[in-house]
T-cell receptor, first 113, second 114 residues
Framework: AQSVTQPDIHITVSEGASLELRCNYS??????LFWYVQSPGQGLQLLLK??????LVQGIKGFEAEFKRSQSSFNLRKPSVHWSDAAEYFC???????????FGTGTSLTVIP | KAGVTQTPRYLIKTRGQQVTLSCSPI?????VSWYQQTPGQGLQFLFE???????NKGNFPGRFSGRQFSNSRSEMNVSTLELGDSALYLC?????????????FGPGTRLTVL
């Protein structure tokens, strides 16, 4: 069965430090992959997406993600975290036909001064 | 363009009642998907509508149903509410250009079942 796993429930980083959020997927073929961010009381906002091609994807707010087929991973990174990045981050995958997305359970990010 | 709107934003119901949630997609978007978000389960896919037809369905009981109108607006209905139905219900719309397309989410409807 298709699934998306985010191993880290909660991560705390200092402002200015680098960040990496992990995401692993289980699919028969390479799915379409997405990262979304959800701030308190807000809907989900798309950070970036991977469909094909270059395995390093640039997104908004300085985020990037790298697709690694051999590890079935799509980890999200940011070189320097800002206090405003504190939020819940969700990795999602879609088989590509239709819009049935499978989401991970999310990683809550806390940024300390 | 206006974003995805959902009404109402908050709802309180009691067990056994039914509820209808509404979603207006971004203008021009033809696909509308619904998700249930709970702290323990994260986001779970309920169903997707495209051109007034249910195209995909998640693993939820038949108490959860939906429909889509000709203007792409969608409604979701939950009958015989249970305590476990308390959740944030999110609606997402997309252009749907034949393959999985970027989904734009609304702010959600917070349903509390007492």
């Amino acid at each position: 069965a298709q699934s998306v796993t985010q191993p880290d429930i909660h991560i705390t980083v200092s402002e200015g430090a680098s960040l990496e959020l992990r995401c692993n997927y289980s699919y028969g073929a390479t799915p379409y992959l997405f990262w979304y961010v959800q701030s308190p009381g807000q809907g989900l906002q798309l950070l970036l997406k991977y469909f094909s091609g270059d395995t390093l994807v640039q997104g908004i707010k300085g985020f990037e993600a790298e697709f690694k087929r051999s590890q079935s991973s799509f980890n999200l990174r940011k070189p320097s975290v800002h206090w405003s990045d504190a939020a819940e981050y969700f990795c999602a995958a879609s088989p590509g036909t239709g819009n049935q997305f499978y989401f991970g359970t999310g990683t809550s990010l806390t940024v300390i001064p | 363009k206006a974003g995805v709107t959902q009404t109402p934003r908050y709802l309180i119901k009691t067990r056994g009642q039914q509820v209808t949630l509404s979603c207006s997609p971004i203008s021009g978007h033809r696909s509308v998907s619904w998700y249930q978000q709970t702290p323990g389960q994260g986001l779970q896919f309920l169903f997707e509508y495209f051109s007034e037809t249910q195209r995909n369905k998640g693993n939820f009981p038949g108490r959860f149903s939906g429909r889509q109108f000709s203007n792409s607006r969608s409604e979701m209905n939950v009958s015989t509410l249970e305590l476990g139905d308390s959740a944030l219900y999110l609606c997402a719309s997309s252009l749907d250009r034949g393959l999985a397309d970027t989904q734009y989410f609304g702010p959600g409807t917070r349903l509390t079942v007492l």
